[in-house]
């Protein structure tokens, strides 16, 4: 079955304490992508990726970093969470010109 | 900067009351507007994609339609099960091929 899985799904955190999301795609799709989604706000990009060990800033990169060594993995990492960042995150990942394909979510919190 | 405006935000209808969502963008050379459903706790989940304006797409009881500034999201006697945010995105021209994400209506239909 074609599919973006996360992990975690869930998440509670203290603040400082370095994270890894995971995120992982079976579609061989080039592009990955991670938004974060708050209330009245919307989905908003992070970072994204146009291919493997090409990555670039979103609309809402601070405090974030990612890596893509593999074309099916595109780990988040918060090396250093604020409770700013407590939210909804959701990976993505499409075909040229094509929709985008999402995971189901990790929520985080930080508190 | 690019926007993507939906209407209205929130809207309760009785199961059978047929209505509409509205869309609207501002992004020139406009690639392609998706559509999305999501469910609360999950991804979104596609639903259409429009490439020009003119275009129709149909699935079960609704119905989306695109113009040069807008787009409509027609719910034809919805029931129950039609209860979720939907959200419209758009994809701006160029290689990066960025997604911008509306806010979303949350629609809920009553029995």
């Known amino acids: 079955e074609a599919q973006v899985t996360q992990n975690p799904r869930y998440l509670i955190t203290v603040t400082g304490k370095k994270l890894t999301v995971t995120c992982s795609q079976n579609?061989?799709?080039?592009?990955m992508s991670w938004y974060r989604q708050d209330p009245g706000l919307g989905l908003r990009q992070i970072y994204y990726s146009m291919n493997v060990e090409v990555t670039d800033k979103g609309d809402v990169p601070e405090g974030y970093k990612v890596s893509r060594k593999e074309k099916r993995n595109f780990p988040l990492i918060l090396e250093s969470p604020s409770p700013n960042q407590t939210s909804l995150y959701f990976c993505?990942?499409?075909?040229?010109?094509?929709?985008?394909?999402f995971g189901n979510g990790t929520r985080l919190t930080v508190t | 900067e690019d926007q993507v405006t939906q209407s209205p935000e929130a809207l309760r209808l009785q199961e059978g009351e047929s209505s509409s969502l509205n869309c609207s963008y501002t992004?020139?050379?406009?690639?392609?507007l998706f559509w999305y459903r999501q469910d609360p706790g999950k991804g979104p989940e596609f639903l259409f994609t429009?490439?020009?304006a003119g275009e129709e797409k149909e699935k079960e009881r609704l119905k989306a339609t695109l113009t040069k500034k807008e787009s409509f999201l027609h719910i034809t006697a919805p029931k129950p099960e039609d209860s979720a945010t939907y959200l419209c995105?758009?994809?701006?021209?160029?290689?990066?091929?960025?997604?911008?994400f509306g806010t979303g209506t949350k629609l809920q239909v009553i029995p």
């Open positions: 429009l490439y020009s």
């Open positions: 579609m061989n799709h080039e592009y």
């Open positions: 993505a990942s499409r075909r040229p010109n094509s929709p985008l394909h």
């Open positions: 995105a758009v994809q701006e021209p160029g290689g990066y091929q960025k997604v911008t």
């Open positions: 992004v020139s050379g406009l690639r392609g």
